[in-house]
């Protein structure tokens, strides 16, 4: 049994019931929600004060999971992504089943595969894709560590996973996001 095994089962607790979590990722502190609960992700924008509609991303356990939400799936994305060398969240056309505020009306999304340890266990445990936004005000600078995320932030969520014992820690640099398309890797949205 792993280290973390409090802090999965609390947020599985609030995922099955729609709430938000505030957890680390192998990039940065995350704002999360089930990724197929319209309501979850709409309480999450509101928590942020973006607007509707705003992209994020989602983050999967597997492969397969992938295969299930994108419809234009060219599976040659998976031998490219098995060739970085860092976090790399790769927009999806054609997605389906995923809460249509993530999607808006192109039906894209950034999706990665997540290496993180408390990540990867969540997520299967979960059996579902997690959102995973930045966890700051819209419009303020991305919290490069816990410490500097908004009080506002901390008090809004349902649960916030414990500092310690997390095995691999967040880097505080965002995922590369790219698109891909016919088969090739299409624009750097950012690095």
Same mark, same amino acid.
């Given at each position: 049994?792993?280290?973390?095994?409090? #802090?999965?089962?609390? =947020?599985?607790?609030? +995922?099955?019931?729609?709430? %938000?979590?505030?957890?680390? /990722?192998?990039?940065?502190? &995350? *704002?999360? =929600?089930d990724a197929t609960n319209e309501l979850a992700v709409i309480k999450l924008t509101k928590l942020k004060a973006q607007p509707v509609n705003t992209?994020?991303?989602?983050?999967? &356990?597997?492969?397969?999971?992938?295969?299930?939400? &994108?419809?234009? *799936?060219?599976?040659?994305?998976?031998?490219? *992504?098995? !060739? =970085?060398?860092?976090?790399? !969240?790769?927009?999806?056309? @054609?997605?389906? #089943? %995923? &809460?249509?505020? +993530? +999607?808006?009306? #192109?039906?894209?999304?950034?999706?990665?595969?997540?290496?993180? *340890?408390?990540?990867?266990?969540?997520?299967?445990?979960?059996?579902?894709?997690?959102?995973? !936004?930045?966890?700051?005000?819209?419009?303020?600078?991305?919290?490069?560590?816990?410490?500097?995320?908004?009080?506002?932030?901390?008090?809004?969520? #349902?649960?916030?996973?414990?500092?310690?014992? %997390?095995?691999?820690?967040?880097? @505080?640099?965002?995922?590369?996001?790219? /698109?891909?398309?016919? @088969?090739?890797? @299409?624009?750097?949205?950012?690095?």
């Amino acid at each position: 049994m792993n280290n973390f095994e409090n #802090d999965i089962t609390k =947020c599985l607790e609030v +995922l099955n019931n729609g709430g %938000l979590v505030l957890y680390p /990722t192998e990039t940065i502190w &995350a *704002l999360g =929600c089930d990724a197929t609960n319209e309501l979850a992700v709409i309480k999450l924008t509101k928590l942020k004060a973006q607007p509707v509609n705003t992209k994020m991303i989602v983050l999967v &356990a597997t492969e397969r999971t992938i295969m299930r939400h &994108a419809t234009q *799936l060219d599976l040659g994305v998976f031998d490219y *992504l098995d !060739t =970085c060398s860092s976090p790399t !969240t790769i927009i999806y056309n @054609g997605v389906i #089943d %995923l &809460a249509s505020s +993530l +999607l808006g009306e #192109d039906n894209k999304v950034g999706m990665r595969i997540t290496n993180h *340890l408390f990540c990867k266990h969540l997520i299967k445990r979960f059996q579902k894709p997690v959102v995973s !936004t930045c966890a700051n005000i819209y419009g303020t600078p991305i919290p490069q560590n816990f410490n500097e995320i908004n009080p506002q932030i901390i008090n809004g969520v #349902d649960y916030t996973v414990s500092q310690e014992n %997390l095995g691999i820690s967040s880097t @505080g640099k965002s995922s590369t996001i790219i /698109t891909w398309e016919k @088969g090739e890797k @299409g624009i750097v949205v950012r690095e």
